[in-house]
């Protein structure tokens, strides 16, 4: 397919219709379209600016072709970021994820290898000793047992490979940055989202509004981290019924002091996420653990297992003090290892 004529719209600054995006994510995710235009037109889009439809488009076509977990469950939690936030911090979402399963929650977490930062979800799950490659039946199995199921991007969308290419040859941050965290293959609808920029805050919620999420959080601190954050306050999107509610917090509106850096957050390895994350889990009280407190309290609350985000917070660092967190992680890598042939 030729998509020249839309290029030059883009790139003109004209936005593109629902359809128009829906045919060309189409033919993108069909391998119909050469490397020289993918690359064309995400950077045109990205120097535009991505509208909402254009989102809305790019995120039903990723999951029609998607390779879905057919869970039977609900209702279902994920914890995900955009990641390029250029922070450089442990796993909070994947720690986070575990400590929401602690507490009661179905989690079906959806994640990748590093892309931008030194450890993905994948790569602290793997270093633990949990298989990740793992098929959609065996996800559900997961679920079913343990509460939680880890879902590795690249098994699940596999026809983002014609664009995965041209995506690492153009190294700056495309469409493609915000698409994974709303393109979960089971289908959660309750949802923790952190992104990069405040900009993309209300766009994803306009976003996940439009596409029928139940209650999802958008979060982007004024710190840069793709997290609810302990150094800084963070603002907030709540899409909850169809009703889109804007807000911000900060730290101490848990009882948590606010630090002056992330530097207790810091980890170049994944080895290093997972020390700190095995530490936390072991009932260790400070910086690292506060964020996955707060991180969770927001699963959860989504997660409709409490009322507000400050009973979150509270269950959520009980579930790290009392061991219930590390059980959790314990019983998922060794049931992950029983599906090795």
């Not at 399963?101 to 977490?109: D, Q, R, T």
């Not at 976003?207 to 981290?225: E, R």
């Not at 793709?226 to 009882?255: C, L, M, W, Y």
């Not at 948590?256 to 992330?262: C, D, P, T, Y």
Request: contains cysteine; negative net charge; charged residues 20%.
């Amino acid at each position: 397919m030729d998509i020249s004529r839309n290029i030059k719209q883009v790139a003109d600054g004209d936005d593109l219709s629902y359809d128009e995006m829906t045919t060309i994510m189409t033919e993108m995710m069909s391998g119909a379209i050469s490397d020289v235009q993918i690359a064309a037109f995400l950077i045109a889009l990205k120097m535009k600016e991505e509208t909402t439809d254009e989102i809305s488009a790019a995120v039903t076509v990723m999951r029609k072709f998607a390779t879905k977990v057919d869970v039977g469950l609900a209702p279902l939690i994920d914890t995900c970021g955009t990641g390029g936030d250029g922070s450089s911090s442990f796993n909070i979402s994947t720690a986070a994820a575990f400590v929401t399963a602690a507490c009661g929650g179905l989690v079906a977490k959806h994640g990748n290898r590093a892309a931008s930062s030194a450890s993905g979800s994948a790569d602290v799950l793997e270093a633990a000793g949990a298989l990740i490659a793992l098929s959609p039946e065996q996800v559900v199995k997961c679920i079913h047992a343990n509460g939680i199921g880890f879902m590795f991007a690249p098994a699940h969308h596999g026809a983002t490979r014609h664009a995965g290419k041209v995506r690492k040859q153009i190294g700056a941050r495309t469409l493609f940055n915000i698409l994974g965290p709303m393109t979960n293959p089971a289908s959660a609808d309750r949802q923790v989202i952190g992104v990069f920029s405040p900009m993309w805050v209300p766009k994803i919620a306009d976003v996940l509004k439009t596409l029928g999420t139940k209650h999802a959080l958008i979060v982007c601190a004024a710190d840069g981290m793709d997290e609810i954050s302990i150094s800084a306050p963070t603002t907030v999107a709540e899409v909850k019924d169809g009703v889109v509610r804007h807000f911000q917090i900060k730290p101490d509106d848990f009882n948590i002091r606010q630090e002056e850096n992330n530097q207790a957050l810091l980890a170049i390895s994944p080895r290093e996420s997972l020390s700190i994350i095995n530490q936390i889990f072991l009932g260790e009280v400070g910086p690292a653990h506060n964020v996955v407190s707060l991180n969770a309290g927001a699963a959860l609350y989504v997660g409709g297992l409490v009322s507000d985000l400050g009973s979150g917070v509270q269950m959520a660092s009980n579930a790290l003090i009392d061991g219930k967190a590390a059980k959790k992680f314990s019983e998922f890598i060794d049931y992950t290892n029983t599906f090795k042939q």
